[in-house]
């Protein structure tokens, strides 16, 4: 069989998109017993945006993915590949990655792929999409994480509602002589595997909240070395953390734990609140449109939660456009 030669990835291009309402701690404690030191001591979070009836997984992955589009210089035909990471698609078909691709005007046919792994989906969908590239089967793709969190929560059960946050954050990939992605690290952890539960009648997800945070604060540094070994380099040579942004009491322990004194680590937890597959690209996104994070650096991303599932992969941020 003719099998192109393996060549590389990058990243061209950023974009995100979130609902205009922003809830906040202090409307929080008007719906449910809570207060902003309650949830800050806890969480780190002070804010989060909620998906008003216009916004759905589809809509808020359309915007991302239209802006990461135009941030890498591209246009829709451009794109060959586009998969959608989530865990609260709503129909199964047609599928968001379809939906996404018609509303950007791809009119090339795409392929397209929707993937649920939780919170570690964009981290899966990047390792797709560059294993596409590398051999050949495309040579650009469109990431997306995009979540509507807020649809499933119990808004009554403070020790989840105060967590979830509605979002999509993208990225844009293209072929690269030289690979600026890493080759992915990904596992799960079967006896975590009902940690974090979406029930049906009523639909609302639940987490063991104890035993997530006991993984996170033992486990999850050795599987975070791991993806920068499978890529060659060493910790030293990481200048961004960019974790699953469930927690500030995770974050934070773990990128000491790798060493982040001198790392830029995206903490966009504290004003997002946890968006699942979103989170990621999400924070990195934002941080990029600040123009906070470096450019041309190297990165260290890493999913966990639901399933319960990790991935991670070390990618290099894309240069400035002039």
Known sequence: MNTPALRGSRILGFGHHQPSRVLTNDELSTMVDTNDEWITTRTGIKTRRIAGPDDSVVSLAIEAGRNAIADAGLQPSDIGLVIVASTTHRERSPYTAGRVAAALGMTNGPAPIDINTACSGFEYAMALADQSIRVGATDTALVIGSETLS???????????????????????????TAEIGPVSWGSVPHLNEAVLVTR??????????????????????????????????????????????????????????????????????????????????????????????????????????????????????????
Not at 163 to 175: E, Q
Not at 254 to 274: C, F, H, P
């Open 151 to 177: 649809s499933i929560a119990d808004w009554t059960d403070r020790s989840t509602c105060v967590l979830v946050g509605d979002g999509a954050g993208a990225a844009v990939l293209g072929f690269a002589d």
């Open 201 to 322: 009648d009523p639909e609302y997800f639940t987490q063991q909240g104890r035993s997530i945070y006991r993984w996170a604060i033992t486990e999850a540094e050795g599987h975070a070395r791991a993806v920068v070994e499978a890529a060659g380099l060493t910790m030293d040579d990481i200048e961004v953390f960019a974790f699953h942004q469930a927690n500030l009491r995770i974050i934070e322990p773990l990128a000491e734990a790798l060493g982040g004194a001198d790392k830029y680590v995206v903490r966009d937890v504290v004003e997002s609140g946890n968006t699942s597959a979103a989170s990621v690209p999400l924070g990195l996104s934002k941080a990029w449109q600040r123009g906070e994070l470096p450019e041309d650096a190297l990165a260290l991303l890493f999913g966990f939660g639901g399933g319960f599932a990790h991935a991670g992969q070390v990618v290099r941020t894309p240069k400035r456009r002039a």
